[in-house]
C-alpha cells in the first residue's frame, strides 16, 4: 500500500494552524469571560495561549519521535508498553480524540449559519447551511491535502486580514473608559482563572497537526511552525478581545442581542454596512477554515485507530489523492447527521470539551513522562526542561476543567462507560479474529 505524501510545508503547518483555531470560540466567548472578570479575562485569553503553547511543544516532541499518521493514538501505544493497558489507553486517546474533533465539527456546522444571515440562524435555514458547509469541507479534503491546505489557506489570510481590519478601527473608535474597572464581573480576581477553561477551548484545534507528521516534508520543521500558529491566534485573540472591550460597555456585553455574538456587536457598532458585510464574510470563512483543519485531523485518527485494529481495515485505504478516503468521507457524513439536530448543541460542547480535550491530554502527558528517558525515544525536536514544562502543563489542563458542573459530569461519565465498553467488545472480537 502507498503511503502519504509528503506535500505540507513549513506555511501549510503555520496556516492550517491558524485556520483551526480562529474560529467560533473566539466570536463567541468574550462575553462570557467578561461576565466573569472583566475587562482583566483578557489575562485568560493569553495564558491560555501560554498553556496551549507548552502542551504543543511535549506534544511536538514526541510527534517527531514517532512521525507517523495519527500519532496522538500511537503516543500511548508505544509509551506503555503495547499491552492490553497500552491498548486501552490509546483507544481512550484515539475516541476521545474523534469525539472533540467530530463535536467541534458539529458545533462549528451549527453556529455557522448565524453568520450568513437570519434566515439561517434556526429551524429549517440552520441545518441546511450546516450541511452544505460540511458537504463543502468534505468534499475539499476529499481532493487531498495539499488541496485543503491551499483552501484553508486562501480563507485563513483573507479572515486574518479582515480581522486585522476591524482591530484596527476599534483601537481607534475605541474607549479606555470602558475598560475601568479592570477588575470586575461577577468572580472578580478569580473570574481571570474561571476564565481560562473558556478562553482555551478556542486553542484546542492546534492538536490536529499532530496528526498530520506522514504529509509533512519536514517534519522537524513542525514544532516551530505550531508554535508561531498558536502565538500568531493568541495574539488575534487578545486584540479582539480587547476591542470588544473597549468599544462595547458592560451592560451592552451582558446584554442578551450581544452575549452570544460579541464580535459581532462590536462590528455594529462602527454603524458601517460594508464593515458588517466584510465581518459576515470573515466570520463565515474562519468557521469553515476550522471544519476543515478538524475533518482533516478526524480522518486520520481515524486511519490510526484502523492501523491498530480498532476500527474496520478499510478505514486505512488511501486514495489516489494520498488521504485515507473512507476516513475522510465518516468525518464528514457522521457530522452532518448529527446537525441535524441542532438541540443538543450543549451537550456536544460539554462531551467534546471533556472527553476530547481533559482525557486524551492526561494520557498524552503521562505517556511523556513516562517515554522521554527511554533509549529508544529520540525525537528531533527536545523540549528543554521536558519534565517540568509537562508538570506545568498538568496544571494548565486541571484549571481547564474548572467550573465543571453535576449534568457536565453526568453526561461525561456516561460516554466513558460507552467508551470503555465498546473498547471490551473490539477486544473481544479481535481475540475471536
Not at 60 to 84: C, I, N
Not at 143 to 164: C, D, P, Q, W, Y
Not at 325 to 340: C, D, K
Amino acid at each position: 500500500m502507498a503511503g502519504f505524501r509528503k506535500v505540507l510545508s513549513f506555511w501549510d503547518v503555520f496556516w492550517l494552524g491558524i485556520g483551526g483555531m480562529v474560529g467560533v470560540a473566539i466570536l463567541t466567548f468574550p462575553s462570557e469571560t467578561f461576565a466573569l472578570a472583566g475587562p482583566s479575562s483578557i489575562i485568560s485569553w493569553v495564558l491560555a495561549g501560554v498553556f496551549s503553547i507548552l502542551m504543543a511543544v511535549v506534544y511536538a516532541e514526541m510527534t517527531t519521535a514517532f512521525p507517523k499518521s495519527g500519532a496522538l493514538v500511537v503516543f500511548p501505544y508505544v509509551a506503555f508498553g503495547k499491552g492490553r493497558l497500552a491498548r486501552y489507553l490509546a483507544f481512550l486517546e484515539g475516541i476521545g480524540f474523534y469525539i472533540g474533533t467530530l463535536f467541534g465539527i458539529v458545533v462549528s456546522a451549527i453556529i455557522l449559519g448565524n453568520y450568513i444571515s437570519p434566515w439561517f440562524s434556526s429551524g429549517i435555514g440552520l441545518i441546511v447551511a450546516a450541511e452544505a458547509s460540511l458537504l463543502l469541507v468534505g468534499i475539499v479534503n476529499i481532493f487531498g491535502a495539499r488541496v485543503t491546505s491551499e483552501a484553508n489557506k486562501m480563507m485563513s489570510i483573507i479572515f486574518t486580514a479582515l480581522f486585522g481590519i476591524i482591530i484596527a478601527l476599534g483601537i481607534w473608535y475605541g474607549k479606555l473608559s470602558n475598560l475601568v474597572p479592570f477588575i470586575s464581573g461577577s468572580s472578580g480576581a478569580l473570574g481571570i482563572v474561571y476564565s481560562i477553561p473558556i478562553a482555551i477551548l478556542a486553542y484546542g484545534s492546534w492538536i490536529a497537526i499532530m496528526a498530520m507528521p506522514e504529509e509533512i516534508k519536514h517534519v522537524k520543521d513542525m514544532p516551530k511552525a505550531l508554535l508561531y500558529s498558536i502565538g500568531g491566534a493568541t495574539l488575534v485573540y487578545a486584540l479582539l478581545v480587547l476591542v470588544t472591550y473597549l468599544n462595547l460597555t458592560a451592560p451592552q456585553l451582558t446584554s442578551q442581542s450581544a452575549y452570544y455574538y460579541p464580535v459581532l456587536a462590536l462590528v455594529a457598532a462602527f454603524h458601517s454596512p460594508a464593515m458588517l458585510l466584510l465581518f459576515r464574510i470573515a466570520a463565515i470563512l474562519s468557521i469553515v477554515a476550522v471544519m476543515l483543519v478538524m475533518v482533516m485531523g478526524n480522518a486520520r485518527i481515524t486511519y490510526a485507530m484502523s492501523r491498530l485494529d480498532f476500527l474496520p481495515k478499510s478505514m486505512v485505504e488511501l486514495s489516489s489523492h494520498s488521504i485515507p478516503f473512507y476516513a475522510t468521507v465518516a468525518a464528514f457524513l457522521i457530522p452532518m447527521a448529527l446537525s441535524v439536530f441542532p438541540s443538543y448543541y450543549y451537550q456536544y460542547v460539554v462531551i467534546g470539551a471533556i472527553i476530547g480535550t481533559g482525557v486524551p491530554r492526561v494520557i498524552d502527558l503521562a505517556a511523556y513522562l513516562k517515554i522521554r528517558k527511554r533509549s529508544d525515544y529520540k525525537p528531533t525536536f527536545r523540549v528543554r526542561y521536558g519534565f517540568a514544562i509537562a508538570l506545568v502543563a498538568l496544571v494548565g489542563l486541571a484549571i481547564s476543567e474548572i467550573g465543571i458542573s453535576a449534568s457536565d459530569t453526568l453526561w461525561s461519565v456516561v460516554t466513558f462507560i460507552v467508551i470503555t465498553g465498546a473498547f471490551l467488545l473490539v477486544e473481544l472480537r479481535r481475540k475471536k479474529g
